[in-house]
């Protein structure tokens, strides 16, 4: 039994059912015309409660099925997806003086990146389609993810990655079978193309917000947070943002739980962007509806994005939920890698740490009360993007010959107290 009545435009309220059109709303295009996926909440209250969620021992994000657009459950792949750690920190608490933060790390994912959670939805739907190839234009981790779900599905698979893309992410996809297309341009160039050649040749398109099925992969992030937290939502969620499908993916998480009674209150959403390319934090900060396209620049390669694909949602999502968006320098967030490692012992790719960045500046700000309850999201790995973070390091390994006493010449203060 499957519970996906249908999908509704977010801009005209048009509802479609499923099996409609794959992409954006044809009236209002691709950037206004997202469309957000619709439930049969009722039945879905019978199948998850407190009760059947504490007995269910798929520890991975399909515990959360009934709320999920699955409707041929054989064809999801056998990757663990999902149900990451939530990690308490007294070492940040004490760094700000709050007294309960917590690090959701998602790196832990089986492409080491929360991206697994859309692309083990999306596969799903591919299959569920009948396609035999497939495409995706990413910064990275969206298409690495998706290459790993579609080599097992054995799909054909063709990539569109910007010029600027990791050689961590490249290999990853590469290994993983995919044909990956190097675009002359940024990822929104690459974007642009990838959506030209699924249009014209038929090819499932896993791109991200104008796909509607990637947020409700995303969405379970928020579910297995209020879950890890005994069912009291957290007070603050920061979330690093590039196109905003993970944000507002986690906002219709935490409000279909809500809806559903399982939890008693909801979150404020902050949005993390690196300031080089913050075109969601300019638009809220001008309280315009639709974000200017700028030229992203910025480390964090997986949030470098100048036309953010889900910003009707993500700008949504930030007002509903009474949250906001917040920008951070390169600088800032190349100290938080080097904090969060040394803090929470977990090893973020730039975009992964802009999250916490984002939550030090609010912290110093006092925009975070005492007692508020903090979850900060860590998207993707450190390995991958080694160049980046290797910037977040002073340090180099000190050269010494096999001979103790050099040992104890180049580390002198390890003898002194
Ligand atoms: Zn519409």
Same mark, same amino acid.
């Given at each position: 039994?499957?519970?996906?009545?249908?999908?509704?435009?977010?801009?005209?309220?048009?509802?479609?059912?499923?099996?409609?059109?794959?992409?954006?709303?044809?009236?209002?295009?691709?950037?206004?015309?997202?469309? #957000?996926?619709?439930?049969?909440?009722?039945?879905?209250?019978?199948?998850?409660?407190?009760?059947?969620?504490?007995?269910?021992?798929?520890?991975?994000?399909?515990?959360?099925?009934?709320?999920?657009?699955?409707?041929?459950?054989?064809?999801?792949?056998?990757?663990?997806?999902?149900?990451?750690?939530?990690?308490?920190?007294?070492?940040?608490?004490?760094?700000?003086?709050?007294?309960?933060?917590?690090?959701?790390?998602?790196?832990?994912?089986?492409?080491?990146?929360?991206?697994?959670?859309?692309?083990?939805? *999306?596969?799903?739907?591919?299959?569920?389609?009948?396609?035999?190839?497939?495409?995706?234009?990413?910064?990275?981790? *969206?298409?690495?993810?998706?290459?790993?779900?579609?080599?097992?599905?054995? %799909?054909?698979?063709?990539?569109?990655?910007?010029?600027?893309?990791?050689?961590?992410?490249?290999?990853?996809?590469?290994?993983?079978?995919?044909?990956?297309?190097?675009?002359?341009?940024?990822? =929104?160039?690459?974007?642009?193309?990838?959506?030209?050649?699924?249009?014209?040749?038929?090819?499932?398109?896993?791109?991200?917000?104008?796909?509607?099925?990637?947020?409700?992969?995303?969405?379970?992030?928020?579910?297995?947070?209020?879950?890890?937290?005994?069912?009291?939502?957290? =007070?603050?969620?920061?979330?690093?943002?590039?196109?905003?499908?993970?944000?507002?993916?986690?906002?219709?998480?935490?409000?279909?739980?809500?809806?559903?009674?399982?939890?008693?209150?909801?979150?404020?959403?902050?949005?993390?962007? *690196?300031?080089?390319?913050?075109?969601?934090?300019?638009?809220?900060?001008?309280?315009?509806?639709?974000?200017?396209?700028?030229?992203?620049?910025?480390?964090? =390669?997986?949030?470098?994005?100048?036309?953010?694909?889900?910003?009707?949602?993500?700008?949504? *999502?930030?007002?509903?939920?009474? $949250?906001?968006?917040?920008?951070?320098? =390169? #600088? #800032?967030?190349?100290?938080?890698?080097?904090?969060?490692?040394?803090?929470?012992?977990?090893?973020?790719?730039?975009?992964?740490?802009?999250? %916490?960045?984002?939550?030090?500046?609010?912290?110093?700000?006092?925009?975070?009360?005492?007692?508020?309850?903090?979850?900060?999201?860590?998207?993707?790995? $450190?390995?991958?993007?080694?160049?980046?973070?290797?910037?977040?390091?002073?340090?180099?390994?000190?050269?010494?010959?096999?001979?103790?006493?050099?040992?104890?010449?180049?580390?002198?203060?390890?003898?002194?107290?």
């Amino acid at each position: 039994m499957h519970t996906l009545l249908g999908l509704k435009c977010v801009s005209c309220g048009r509802e479609f059912t499923p099996d409609e059109i794959d992409y954006t709303c044809p009236a209002c295009g691709p950037l206004t015309g997202t469309r #957000e996926v619709l439930y049969d909440y009722r039945a879905i209250s019978k199948l998850l409660t407190r009760k059947t969620l504490a007995q269910n021992r798929e520890f991975s994000h399909w515990r959360y099925l009934p709320l999920l657009p699955v409707l041929q459950p054989e064809k999801i792949q056998p990757l663990s997806v999902g149900w990451t750690p939530l990690y308490r920190s007294p070492q940040l608490e004490n760094q700000w003086g709050l007294e309960r933060v917590w690090i959701k790390d998602d790196s832990r994912n089986p492409t080491a990146s929360l991206k697994d959670r859309a692309s083990s939805v *999306a596969v799903v739907k591919a299959l569920e389609k009948g396609v035999g190839t497939v495409t995706a234009a990413s910064t990275g981790n *969206a298409a690495s993810s998706w290459s790993a779900f579609t080599a097992l599905a054995g %799909l054909k698979t063709a990539i569109f990655v910007p010029q600027n893309a990791p050689r961590p992410k490249i290999a990853q996809l590469l290994l993983f079978g995919a044909t990956v297309l190097k675009v002359n341009g940024n990822y =929104d160039d690459a974007f642009d193309l990838c959506c030209r050649a699924a249009e014209k040749w038929g090819w499932y398109n896993r791109s991200t917000a104008i796909n509607p099925y990637l947020g409700e992969g995303k969405k379970t992030a928020a579910l297995e947070i209020c879950e890890q937290l005994n069912w009291e939502a957290p =007070d603050y969620v920061f979330v690093s943002v590039g196109d905003g499908c993970i944000f507002q993916g986690m906002w219709k998480g935490f409000k279909e739980f809500y809806q559903l009674g399982l939890i008693e209150r909801l979150p404020k959403m902050i949005g993390v962007q *690196a300031q080089g390319s913050a075109p969601l934090v300019r638009a809220w900060e001008s309280r315009a509806e639709r974000c200017e396209p700028l030229q992203p620049r910025t480390i964090a =390669d997986s949030i470098s994005v100048g036309v953010p694909r889900d910003q009707v949602k993500a700008l949504k *999502a930030a007002r509903e939920s009474g $949250g906001r968006f917040t920008a951070v320098s =390169d #600088e #800032e967030i190349l100290s938080a890698i080097s904090l969060l490692a040394r803090s929470a012992g977990v090893f973020a790719e730039p975009a992964g740490a802009a999250a %916490l960045a984002g939550l030090k500046k609010l912290a110093a700000q006092g925009a975070c009360g005492r007692q508020d309850r903090v979850v900060v999201v860590v998207t993707g790995h $450190g390995l991958k993007d080694i160049d980046g973070v290797m910037q977040a390091v002073s340090r180099q390994p000190l050269q010494v010959e096999n001979d103790l006493e050099d040992v104890a010449e180049k580390i002198p203060s390890f003898f002194h107290c």
